[in-house]
């Protein structure tokens, strides 16, 4: 089936500092793939996406290239700010057969940034 | 204006009662969704539909029961509330094809007490 593995948090920077968060996955068929973020309280905004291998989504300095011989999508910020804390999930979609689209998420990691 | 919403946002209820929650989107997509968040933040699909049909029915007790009235509502009913149902459920949407995301209400934290 497929799945999403992400790097288990959390994840304590100070600001400024560089943020990688590592995702793989495993699809049965050619998926796109996806970045959220979730911050506290709030439902979850799509923060990026890629939707073809090589392809480099990128949103408020964030990054994620979509490596297909890897079967990556890791998430990059240069220089992380306070107001990135929050929780960050990876996601794949794939068409299951039809009208099935289902969207399977990693178990999200949790990035603090201290001041 | 909110693309989609779901209500309520808050539900604290008694073990054994029957609760629902409603969700509608306004963006003109033609599949919706269920998802649960447990307390780990782990989120876990239970529902999709795609125009009013059920796609995806992952193993989610049959107390679970959602209901499309139209393209633009899912509701979730949920029968016989137990503690372990305590969680926060999320509606989403999007439109049908690999490549587009889905966008998210801002979830229903359900406690059962």
């Known amino acids: 089936g497929d799945s999403v593995t992400q790097m288990e948090g959390p994840v304590t920077l100070s600001e400024e500092a560089f943020l990688t968060i590592n995702c793989t996955y495993t699809?049965?068929?050619?998926?796109?793939l996806f970045w959220y973020v979730q911050y506290p309280g709030e439902g979850l905004q799509l923060l990026l996406k890629?939707?073809?291998?090589?392809d480099k989504g990128s949103n408020k300095g964030f990054e994620a290239t979509y490596r297909k011989e890897t079967t990556s999508f890791h998430l990059e910020k240069g220089s992380v700010q306070v107001s990135d804390s929050a929780v960050y999930f990876c996601?794949?979609?794939?068409?299951?057969?039809?009208?099935?689209?289902?969207?399977?998420f990693g178990k999200g990691t949790l990035l603090t940034v201290n001041p | 204006d909110t693309a989609v919403s779901q209500t309520p946002k808050y539900l604290v209820t008694q073990m054994g009662n029957d609760k629902s929650i409603k969700c509608e989107q306004n963006?003109?997509?033609?599949?919706m969704y269920w998802y649960k968040q447990d307390s780990k933040k782990f989120l876990k699909i239970m529902f999709s539909?795609?125009?009013?049909?059920?796609?995806i029915n992952e193993t989610v007790p049959n107390r679970f029961s959602p209901k499309s009235p139209d393209k633009a509502h899912l509701n979730l009913h949920i029968n016989s509330l137990e503690l372990g149902d305590s969680a926060v459920y999320f509606c989403?949407?999007?439109?049908?094809?690999?490549?587009?995301?889905?966008?998210f209400g801002q979830g229903t934290r359900l406690t059962v007490v």
């Open positions: 996601a794949l979609r794939v068409n299951s057969g039809g009208s099935n689209y289902k969207l399977t």
């Open positions: 699809a049965t068929g050619y998926p796109s």
């Open positions: 963006l003109g997509h033609d599949t």
């Open positions: 989403a949407s999007s439109q049908s094809g690999g490549t587009t995301e889905a966008f």
């Open positions: 890629a939707t073809k291998a090589d």
């Open positions: 539909y795609n125009n009013k049909e059920l796609i």
